[in-house]
């Protein structure tokens, strides 16, 4: 019987069409660059970061973005804003909250002066007006960092000490080998997983989230500087001063900034042995340490390109990286690991709000200003930002026109998320971030761990565990705009892509790993079998899609 359902699924997807051809390969395209610096001890490391949207910058899109809200609030066509006009925009805190899909809260509108650009101007250009948001806060890339609370790790210190079966306080290759098995007996549900409340009760890990919007900074000691690319050479080289001058002379020798010899010697001119903040100003000129190109449209690729070296040839980094079978890049840096991955977070839904507008409205669509402003008070914003007439009324589709205009903020705004997830076992097998151990994360753990044996035992010991740092690159709504159950430690994010696969594969998929394992299947063993190509016990993805793609050839 479970057979037949299989075949019957099967056959019901092979009618399906088969899928596009490959993506176009990914390249630099003009505005795409944002430029990150990891500070680690004894010197800093240049990331360069090209983040696309369709084919076009982040920036390209940001702009996009103010040019509809330009045009949406140009009623005259004109192509410029009078007072009456401009009226109608968001102040930057409303800009903020639309581009994060938040709710709108009431205030006045902008300055008209500061909008046009100067008390004289009569009229407001496109150009001051993007001018004016992008002074926000809110510009074409949002930044926010994360950070582990500090303290013990009780979840990786009881994963440790249930693998290590001979308590030498290390791990080897054997007894990670065997972790799955060795963790079976705490899987109560039978779920194939090892969640993290069974592994240790009450024991989740706390991370702690900032934005540029948020008054609080992130701590002083965070490792991380964004280098804003109209900021002057001197600015970073400041920083970089700051946290390397260690006899605070205002120069750096080699033993305080240990880059390759050649790189110190190409940036002291003077050749004295030190390095002066004129000279630390030309560092950023030099090739990134890491460089890679992102595309994060709807729907689209997940691939992630590292670029090569100045010369061509293909990254020295990129023979250092684990395998990956998520789309994401794992690389070690200086003994720690960097994971760098991009999705999506779900935009805001307005059918609800149009919903509560109709069942406030009534059959003739339109909401009158005493309406408004009774409780729930949810459309007070909206009647300024929305009645383009001016009648001090809200219609239906003065609203809907009003969200339609949002939605392309929330398609077109790219996020940077900075997280130092710290040194913990669990947080290293964990590799979607999920707080569950799979069968196929746990069969990885040596083959990813050994990396970081450096001295060749064949074992880790604790302090061995790399810390590691995640770099995610995304677009929707800002974290804090998301359900308080998608802002923690589920959410870091799920590098899973929840909607690939055939059907039948995601209805199987019953613990939600991304792997169907035999006792998932719901077909025989022969079946099972020839569908696991590389016989790992576990039908992954790419092996349900190309079994999918044989069905649909042989019809």
């Known amino acids: 019987m479970r057979a037949y359902i299989v075949l019957i699924v099967l056959f019901v997807l092979a009618s399906l069409p088969l899928g596009a051809g490959q993506p176009a390969p ?18 800093p490391y240049l990331i360069r970061l090209h983040v696309q949207i369709n084919g076009r910058s982040f920036r390209g899109n940001w702009d996009e973005s103010i040019a509809n809200l330009f045009r949406y609030l140009d009623v005259d066509g004109d192509g410029a804003l009078s007072p009456k006009e401009a009226a109608l925009a968001p102040s930057k805190s409303q800009w903020v ?7 709108v809260e009431p205030d006045a509108p902008p300055e008209f002066a500061e909008l046009a650009g100067g008390t004289t101007a009569s009229k407001a250009t496109l150009q001051n007006f993007s001018l004016y948001y992008r002074n926000s806060g809110a510009g074409a890339l949002q930044i926010e960092w ?19 079966k001979d308590k030498d306080g290390s791990l080897s290759r054997a007894e990670l080998l065997a972790a799955r098995d060795a963790l079976h007996p705490l899987d109560v549900n039978g779920d194939d997983l ?40 001197q600015v970073l080289a400041a920083a970089i001063l700051k946290r390397y001058d260690r006899d605070k002379d205002g120069q750096l020798n080699r033993s305080e900034f240990q880059v390759e010899k050649g790189v110190f010697d190409r940036l002291d001119a003077n050749h004295n042995e030190r390095l002066d903040a004129t000279e630390l100003a030309e560092w950023r000129k030099l090739p990134p340490y890491l460089e890679f190109i992102a595309s994060l449209e709807q729907g689209g690729r997940k691939d992630i390109l590292i670029m090569p070296e100045a010369d061509g040839k293909p990254n020295r980094l990129v023979a250092l990286m684990p395998p990956s079978r998520d789309g994401a890049l794992r690389v070690p840096i200086a003994e720690k690991q960097l994971e760098v991955v991009q999705g999506s977070r779900g935009t805001a839904a307005h ?19 005493k309406k408004i402003y009774q409780p729930p008070f949810t459309f007070v914003a909206l009647l300024r930002l929305a009645d ?16 339609e205009v949002q939605e392309k903020f929330l398609f077109r705004t790219s996020y940077l998320t900075v997280v130092d997830r710290g ?17 196929r994360e746990l069969r990885a753990a040596w083959q990813r761990i050994s990396v970081w044996d450096s001295d060749k035992t064949g074992r880790i010991a ?9 770099i995610v690159l995304s677009y929707g709504q800002m974290r804090a705009s998301l359900p308080v159950s998608q802002q923690g430690f589920a959410d870091l994010p799920l590098v899973r892509d929840s909607q690939r696969g055939p059907l039948w594969f995601r209805k199987m998929d019953r613990n939600g790993d991304g792997d169907v394992s035999r006792r998932e299947f719901l077909g025989t063993i022969e079946q099972f079998r020839r569908i696991d190509r590389d016989g790992d016990g576990l039908i992954d993805v790419r092996e349900a899609e190309r079994a999918d793609e044989v069905l649909r050839k042989q019809r």
């Open 388 to 403: 383009r007439n001016g009648d001090n009324c809200l219609s239906r589709k003065e609203l809907a026109d009003y969200l």
């Open 351 to 369: 059918s609800e709000l149009l919903k509560q507008f109709d069942a406030l409205a009534g059959k003739d669509g339109v909401l009158v200003e």
């Open 97 to 103: 909250q639309l581009m994060n899909g938040t709710v």
């Open 194 to 233: 090892i969640q993290a409340m069974e592994l240790s009760a009450n024991t989740f890990p706390v991370f702690t989230f900032r934005s540029t919007t948020d008054a609080q900074p992130v701590p002083a000691n965070f490792p991380f500087v964004i280098v804003q690319p109209d900021a002057p050479p």
């Open 462 to 470: 604790r302090g061995q565990v790399p810390r590691q740092f995640q």
């Open 423 to 439: 040194a913990s076992l669990f947080e290293f097998i964990d590799t979607d971030h999920d707080g569950r151990l799979s069968p």
């Open 26 to 43: 990914l390249r630099p395209v003009p505005g795409d660059v944002q430029d990150l610096v990891l500070l680690l001890d004894g010197r």
């Open 146 to 164: 994360g950070w582990r609370s500090p303290g013990q790790d009780p979840l990786g210190q009881e994963l440790f000490r249930q693998l290590d």
